[in-house]
C-alpha cells in the first residue's frame, strides 16, 4: 500500500515590522493616559494649593480687617464716650455762663438803676434827671410843645433834723416824692437836686396847668405826717415854676423856677410862685389853689 507522505507544516506568516510589540500599544495608551491625568491632577492639585494659599491669605486678612475693625470700634466707643463727657461739660459750662450773664445783667441793672435813682426817695438822681430833661428839653425844642420846669424845697428841713432825728428827715424826703409820684403823670419826670430839693419837669405843659399841678403837690405834701417818737411832723414844701421860653436852655429855666422858689420861702413857704413868663409878666407872682382849680 502506497502511503501517502503527511503534508509538511505550514510555515508561520512573519509580521511586519511595524506591528511590533503590538500586545503593549493598549498599555502603553493607558500609561500614557495615566501620565496626562496625573500630569493633570498635578496641575489641579497646584491650583487648589495656590487656591487654598489664596484663601489662607484672604483669612488672615480678613482677621486682620475684623481686628482693625474691632479697635476701631473699640476707639469709636471711646471718641464718642468722650464727645458726650465733653458735651456735658459744655453744656454744664454753657449753663454756668448762662447764670453768670445773668447774674452780671441783674448786678448791672441795679447798678444802673442805683446810679439812676436816689436810693432812699426813689426819685431820680441829679444826673439822670438832668440826661432825661435834656432830651425832653431838645424835642420841645423841635416840635414847639410848651414845657415847664419846677423846682421844690422842703419847709425848716433842718429844724425837723435837729428836733426829730435824722430818721425823721428821712421820712419826710420820702412822704415828699411819695405824694408828688401820686399827683404827677406818668411821663411827668421827678429828681432830687440836693438835700431837701427837688426839680420837677412837665413836658407838653404849659405855665397855668404847671401851676394847678404844682399846688397839687403843695396840697400833698402838706397832708403827710410823719409820726416819730418826739411827736408828729407837718410838712410843707415851697414850689418855683418857670415855663420855657422861646430858645431858652434848660439850665436857665432851671434858675428862673429857682429864684421864684426863693420868692416862695421869703414869703412866707408852703406856697408856689412862678416865674417871669413868656409874656413878661411879674416875677414871683402868687398863686393860691385848691387840689380841684384856682
Not at 500599544?25 to 493607558?30: I, N, Q, S, W
Not at 495615566?34 to 480678613?62: H, K
Not at 452780671?104 to 444802673?112: D, I, M, N, T
Not at 404844682?214 to 414850689?239: C, F, K, Y
Request: net charge negative; aromatic share 4%.
Amino acid at each position: 500500500m502506497t502511503s501517502v507522505p503527511k503534508a509538511a507544516p505550514r510555515a508561520a506568516t512573519a509580521r511586519p515590522a511595524s506591528d511590533a510589540f503590538s500586545l503593549y500599544d493598549a498599555e502603553e495608551a493607558v500609561i500614557r493616559q495615566a501620565e496626562t491625568m496625573l500630569a493633570g491632577l498635578s496641575d489641579a492639585a497646584a491650583g487648589v494649593n495656590a487656591l487654598a494659599e489664596a484663601y489662607r491669605r484672604g483669612y488672615r486678612e480678613q482677621q486682620r480687617l475684623v481686628r482693625m475693625s474691632d479697635r476701631m470700634q473699640l476707639d469709636l466707643q471711646k471718641a464718642n464716650h468722650c464727645l458726650a463727657e465733653q458735651r456735658r461739660d459744655l453744656q454744664a459750662l454753657n449753663e454756668a455762663l448762662s447764670r453768670e450773664i445773668e447774674h452780671r445783667s441783674r448786678l448791672e441793672a441795679e447798678l444802673r438803676r442805683l446810679a439812676d435813682t436816689d436810693d432812699l426817695t426813689g426819685a431820680l438822681a441829679r444826673r439822670r434827671f438832668m440826661e432825661m430833661s435834656v432830651r425832653a428839653w431838645q424835642r420841645h425844642a423841635i416840635d414847639g410843645t410848651p414845657i415847664t420846669v419846677m423846682m421844690l424845697d422842703l419847709d425848716r428841713f433842718k429844724l425837723v433834723n435837729d428836733s426829730f432825728g435824722h430818721a425823721a428827715g428821712d421820712a419826710a424826703l420820702v412822704a415828699c416824692v411819695a405824694a408828688c409820684l401820686a399827683n404827677l403823670r406818668p411821663h411827668d419826670i421827678i429828681g432830687r437836686t440836693g438835700g431837701e430839693e427837688f426839680a420837677v419837669l412837665l413836658p407838653n405843659t404849659a405855665l397855668d396847668a404847671a401851676l394847678a399841678i404844682a399846688e397839687r403837690l403843695r396840697v400833698a405834701v402838706a397832708s403827710a405826717a410823719i409820726e416819730t417818737p418826739g411827736g408828729t411832723v407837718i410838712l410843707s414844701v415851697s414850689i418855683g415854676v418857670a415855663e420855657a421860653r422861646p430858645g431858652e436852655s434848660l439850665e436857665a429855666a432851671m434858675q428862673r423856677a429857682d429864684a421864684a422858689l426863693y420868692t416862695a420861702k421869703d414869703s412866707g413857704r408852703d406856697r408856689v410862685r412862678s416865674a417871669p413868663d413868656a409874656l413878661g409878666s411879674a416875677p414871683g407872682r402868687p398863686i393860691r389853689m385848691t387840689p380841684e382849680g384856682p
